[in-house]
C-alpha cells in the first residue's frame, strides 16, 4: 500500500497569510494527487486533483504543485472560510489512501 | 446537480450485519464508478471500497475485504454496502462518492452527507 504522509497536522494562521501543506508518499505516484478540503460536521470538498488541476468553482487562491513524491497544497491569502482541516489522497493505484489531515486554524 | 444521499445506518451490535443505501441523482449514474469512503469519529478518511461502472470490478481496502460486499443497481440509481460481521472499529461515518470516471483509481469528485454506522454492545 501506498502510504502518504502528510505535514504539518496543524498550522496557526491568520487572515491574508500564505499557508503551505506538504504531503509525501511512499512510492511513486506520478501525478495521481488529489486535495480536499473538510469542516467539521461536513462532507469533504474536492480542492484538486492531478496534483494541480483546480475543481471547477475552487477560488484561484489554492493551488497544488509536485516534485516526484513530495506535494504541496497552497492557499495564497488565507479567507475565513478557508479554516478547516485538508486532506491529500493518492489515486495511483488501490487501496486509494489518504494523508492524516491537516487542520488550519486561526491564529 | 449532483447529490447522494445515503440511508440505513444505525446502532448495531458486534458480530451483525448492515446494509448501507445510497440514493444517486443529478447524474448518469450507470455511467460512474462509485466509493464507500468512511471516517471514524474524530479521525481522518478512509477509504472502504469501490464499484466500477457496470458493477464487475470491485476492490476493498484491507480490513473489510471478505466481510464487506459493494454492490449498485443501475436500474434503481443506486450503491449499497453490506457490511457483515461489524467489529467496533467499523464505528465510523460511511460517505458515497462518486468518482470521475469508471472508478480504476484518481479521486473523488463529490461526496454524500454521510451516515453514521455505531457497532456497540
Known amino acids: 500500500d501506498t502510504q502518504m504522509t502528510q505535514s504539518p497536522s496543524s498550522v496557526s494562521a491568520s487572515v491574508g497569510d500564505r499557508v503551505t501543506i506538504a504531503c509525501r508518499a511512499s512510492h511513486g505516484i506520478r501525478s495521481w494527487l488529489a486535495w480536499y478540503q473538510q469542516k467539521p460536521g461536513k462532507a469533504p470538498k474536492l480542492l484538486i486533483y492531478?496534483?494541480?488541476t483546480l475543481q471547477s468553482g475552487v477560488p484561484l487562491r489554492f493551488s497544488g504543485s509536485a516534485s516526484g513524491t513530495d506535494f504541496t497544497l497552497t492557499i495564497s491569502g488565507l479567507q475565513p472560510e478557508d479554516y478547516a482541516t485538508y486532506y491529500c489522497q493518492q489515486g495511483n493505484s488501490f487501496p486509494l489512501t489518504f494523508g492524516g489531515g491537516t487542520k488550519v486554524e486561526i491564529k | 446537480q449532483v447529490q447522494l444521499v445515503e440511508s440505513g445506518g444505525g446502532v448495531v451490535q458486534p458480530g451483525r450485519s448492515l446494509r448501507l443505501s445510497c440514493a444517486a441523482s443529478?447524474?448518469?449514474?450507470?455511467?460512474?464508478?462509485m466509493h464507500w469512503v468512511r471516517q471514524a469519529p474524530g479521525k481522518g478518511l478512509e477509504w472502504v471500497a469501490v464499484?466500477?461502472?457496470?458493477?464487475?470490478?470491485?476492490y476493498y481496502e484491507d480490513s473489510v475485504r471478505g466481510r464487506f460486499t459493494i454492490s449498485r443497481d443501475n436500474s434503481k440509481n443506486t450503491l449499497y454496502v453490506q457490511m457483515n460481521s461489524l467489529r467496533l472499529e467499523d464505528t465510523a461515518v460511511y460517505y458515497c462518492?462518486?468518482?470521475?470516471?469508471?472508478?480504476?483509481?484518481?479521486?473523488?469528485?463529490?461526496w454524500g452527507q454521510g451516515i453514521l454506522v455505531t457497532v456497540s454492545s
Open positions: 462518492a462518486k468518482d470521475p470516471g469508471d472508478g480504476s483509481g484518481s479521486h473523488i469528485d463529490y
Open positions: 492531478g496534483a494541480s
Open positions: 464499484i466500477s461502472p457496470d458493477g464487475s470490478k470491485r
Open positions: 443529478g447524474f448518469r449514474f450507470s455511467g460512474y464508478g
